[in-house]
């Protein structure tokens, strides 16, 4: 899902990371379960989703959050 938004706005708007790997991320930022989108604003963060349904809710969140991304 997030792929096909990154490829429809042709920019990298999401960051991966594997849980597995990042321990001490995973509990310093309180990620409860995997898959998480998390949204921060600067080092604060905003929001985790934990359940992404469809690419319309996300894009929701990111109408929210950057509405930059729609501006022509």
Known sequence: MLDKIES???QEIF???NASLHPDFMHDNKVESV??????AGNEIKERIYAFKSIPNI???LLKYT?????D
């Open 8 to 10: 429809v706005h042709n």
């Open 67 to 71: 509405p930059e991304l729609f501006k």
């Open 15 to 17: 960051y991966e990371m």
């Open 35 to 40: 898959p998480c989108l998390m949204i921060k």
């Open 59 to 61: 894009y929701n969140y």
